[in-house]
Structure formats: structure tokens, C-alpha cells
């Protein structure tokens, strides 16, 4: 048997203005799920800002994988700004890095015998 209702029950929302477009939303969802932006502005990825994705390597040796860590576009800016400054630091007092195909082809005197003068005396 099939029924229909002449008029649907339609819930009254206490409706409050969106941050992004000033549209009416309903206030529930700023209460229950914490979004101060409507779904329209949600879908247009302008409520909550422009997301960015950055690559990280984890562990070492055979056990390593790739996450992925997803900031906001406040955080990324952060992000670009801190590895610019790293790229930007001294370098002068980090350990040496030795190139061993040149040491070895440097022109070293062997074998040498050392002489201790006072045994020998």
C-alpha cells in the first residue's frame, strides 16, 4: 500500500549566516559539526580554505613508507616559509664531507718506518 503525505513535516532551523558567502545556513551544523561556512561554500572549497598535501619518508632500510601529511594553506605557508630559512643557514660549521675517490688518488709516501730516537740512543 502506498502513501503519501499531503504535506511534508518540515523541521523549523534556527538559521545564521555563513563566514565565507553571508548566505543563511542552519545553525546546527555550526553546533553539532563545528563548520561555520554552508555546504555550497563547503563544496567550492572556500569555507574552510585551500588544502596542501606534503610528502614525508618514514623509517629506514627496507622499512620504509611514504605519508602523506595534509595542512591548511596557513600551515603550508609556514611550511615553505621554514624550508626556505633551512636552505638559507650557514653551512660552515657541519661536519666534512669527504670524497673518498679523491682521497685516494691523493700522492701518499708509503710505507714509511718510524724511528723512535730515544731507542735507538
Not at 100 to 114: A, C, S, T
Request: proline share 5%.
Amino acid at each position: 500500500m502506498l502513501q503519501t503525505l499531503k504535506s511534508p513535516n518540515k523541521m523549523k532551523l534556527k538559521m545564521i549566516s555563513c563566514s565565507s558567502c553571508s548566505e543563511p545556513m542552519p545553525e546546527l551544523r555550526l553546533l553539532k559539526y563545528g563548520y561555520n561556512y554552508c555546504v555550497k561554500c563547503s563544496e567550492a572549497g572556500l569555507g574552510a580554505g585551500r588544502k596542501q598535501g606534503i610528502p614525508i619518508l618514514m623509517g629506514e632500510g627496507d622499512h620504509t613508507w611514504v605519508e602523506t601529511v595534509i595542512m591548511d594553506a596557513e600551515q603550508y605557508e609556514q611550511y615553505v616559509a621554514q624550508e626556505k630559512a633551512e636552505k638559507k643557514l650557514d653551512k660552515s660549521d657541519t661536519a666534512e664531507k669527504l670524497d673518498f675517490d679523491k682521497e685516494d688518488k691523493r700522492n701518499l709516501h708509503g710505507p714509511v718506518k718510524i724511528i723512535n730516537p730515544e731507542k735507538d740512543a
